[in-house]
Structures are given as structure tokens and as C-alpha cells.
């Protein structure tokens, strides 16, 4: 199991950028699929953006060419850097983590972006 703990979120105009962290505890982070999803109210969670131990990506079309997603092995640590942020990117944004070694999926506790003027 990992623990893993979110912050960056906050409260930004259109426009503007904002840079999520997830810090996961344990070991053998780089065994780990590392994943930022977003929910907005009244809306299922879906996923934003992937990345897997080696470095290769997925975005979602709808954040392509504005979000970049990284992680830093030595750090336990993944980023969502967003930029070009719009209203519709609002919501709870979680991060998760998926060992392939076991299968087993852990979530963050969850991180608040709101884009409005």
C-alpha cells in the first residue's frame, strides 16, 4: 500500500497555471503507474493524465498541449503542471497510483483547482 498525499491546488484566473504534487510514501515507487484524475460535481472522475515509470505519457484530449505530467523517481513525487487553465478544468483533482507488480490501485485524498475570474 502507499500513502500518497497531494497539494498545489488552489484558486486561479482563466489563463493562469498551477502546479500539483504527489508525494507517495513507501518504497518502489518506480514499480508504480502514477496518475492524475479530476471530478467535478455531478460529473464521474476521469482520467487527465498518465505516466509510467520510464517516462511515457497519456493526456487526455481535453488537456493536451496545456497540462504536462512528470515524476521524479528520487522523490516519490509525481507533478501536473497545468497551464492555459479554463473554467471547465475545475474540479477535485486526485492522484493515484497503480503497482503493476500486484494490480492494487491507492488514491490520493484529493486537491481542489477552481478557474474563475
Known amino acids: 500500500q502507499v500513502q500518497l498525499v497531494e497539494s498545489g491546488g488552489g484558486l486561479v484566473q482563466p489563463g493562469g497555471s498551477l502546479r500539483l504534487s504527489c508525494a507517495a510514501s513507501?518504497?518502489?515507487?518506480?514499480?508504480?503507474?502514477m496518475g492524475w484524475y479530476r471530478q467535478a460535481p455531478g460529473s464521474q472522475r476521469e482520467l487527465v493524465a498518465r505516466?509510467?515509470?520510464?517516462?511515457?505519457?497519456y493526456y487526455a484530449d481535453s488537456v493536451k498541449g496545456r497540462f504536462t505530467i512528470s515524476r521524479d523517481n528520487a522523490k516519490n513525487t509525481v507533478y501536473l503542471q497545468m497551464d492555459s487553465l479554463k473554467p471547465e478544468d475545475s474540479a477535485v483533482y486526485y492522484c493515484?497510483?497503480?503497482?503493476?507488480?500486484?494490480?492494487?490501485?491507492?488514491w490520493g485524498q484529493g486537491t481542489q483547482v477552481t478557474v474563475s475570474s
Open positions: 505516466i509510467i515509470s520510464g517516462g511515457s505519457t
Open positions: 493515484h497510483a497503480l503497482n503493476i507488480a500486484t494490480n492494487r490501485a491507492d
Open positions: 513507501g518504497s518502489l515507487f518506480s514499480l508504480y503507474v
